[in-house]
Structure formats: C-alpha cells, structure tokens
C-alpha cells in the first residue's frame, strides 16, 4: 500500500492554475546498473537562450542558442534535466505528460541529444533512431552545449501532445548522456487553423501549400564566420 501511495505521488501533474500558466512534466523511468528500475520526476528549470544545464563528473553544462520558440515564450516552457552524474542505461524510458489546464491546448515536447557521428554513437540512446520510428519530427534546430569551453552539436525532436494526454518513450537502446528535455505548454494546433488564424499565430504556425504547418524549426541562417565543426568529440566521462 506504501509503494502505491508513493507511485501516486510521484505520478501527480503539476499545480497551476489558468491564470498564471501550467507547464509540462517529465519522469524518467531508469534502469539501474543491478536491473532494477527507479522512477523519478524531473525537475523543471526556467529557460532562456544560454543557460546551466545538467552536471556531469563534477562539472555543469552549459546550453547556448536554446530555440525561440522556447526562449521566447518562457513563462510556458520549462527544461527537463534527467540525473547524468552516472550513465543511462539501456531500458530506461521516459514519461510525459502535457496539463490539462482550462486554455484547451496541447504541448509540445522536445528531447535535445548529442549529435556528431559517429562521436556520438555510444552515447545517444539510440535516441536519433527510436524517436522518428515512434512519431517524433527531427529537427536542427537545436542548442549547443559545453562542458569547459568547446561547443557540441546537438540534434532537436518534437512531438505535440493533446491536452491531459500522458506519452511513454519506448526503451532507450544503448547508453545515454549530453540530453535535455524541454516542454512548452499552450501551443498552437496549427493544422487546425484556416489561412487567417494560420498567419494570426506567427511564429509557430506557417502557411505553406494551402496548409498551416508548424513552424517550430524555421530554417537557420549563419551570420557571418563559419557553422561550428562537430568534429571535436566530447570526452568520455565515464571509462
């Protein structure tokens, strides 16, 4: 009865109401180096373009050019840092859950991985894999993110869930780490809108071949200097 009522505890959404907003939440269901499993929520941090971001062998992460249409919208959105002080393990998955607040929208979601193949590989969970096969849009808009001073690629997806709809990740496949979830709640169901309320919704929505379209990753223009090379691998943390 005790593990119940501490499961229903963990489970419980976020509070707030719909005059100040309501934000998504994020658990992580983790496997633990002996097999078992421990379920945790995850925090939720205030978000801007550069920010802290998740620690790792002692030192904290930092995220730089975070999406606008996270940054921009802040008092909505909130960034998700699972626990990296040890590696995620392969079986662990991730729960969601959009508020099902009185504004009648859905959410959306986005998970941010590490991205340099094939640096990459032995640490991205699979990620970059399983969530396009389970409904996820890839996208480069994407911070980067740094532990000392070099800056690593990172690789953007996106899924948008209906108001009070909770989502299970499937099981990641390999090891996991250099990964933030973040979640804006109250969004735009874009497909719904005629050209007016399409228009009306800029910057998140986008009317192109007579139907509106999200435009939650715009395509991004270099100014001046050149795109950074993600050809410096980021150290291996855990030998």
Known sequence: MMKFAL???LTATVSGTCSNGQVGAAWIWRTLSDGTKSYTRLGTETISRDMPGWSI???????WGVPDILSNYADNARAHFPDQTEMILPGTQFKLKCPNDCSGKPCDFFFFV???P?????TNGGLTAILPADGWEAGSCAPRFSYVADKYEMVGFRRQLAPGETYWSPQIEGDLMHVAIFSIARQPDCPTFGYNGCIGCFPQCDWQDATCKSNW?????IQGGTPPSCMNCVPNYFP
């Open 217 to 221: 990753c715009p395509r991004r223009f």
């Open 118 to 122: 094939p640096c990459s590989h032995d």
């Open 7 to 9: 499961f229903a505890a």
């Open 57 to 63: 062998s002692g030192m904290d992460a930092r995220l």
């Open 114 to 116: 590490y991205h340099c």
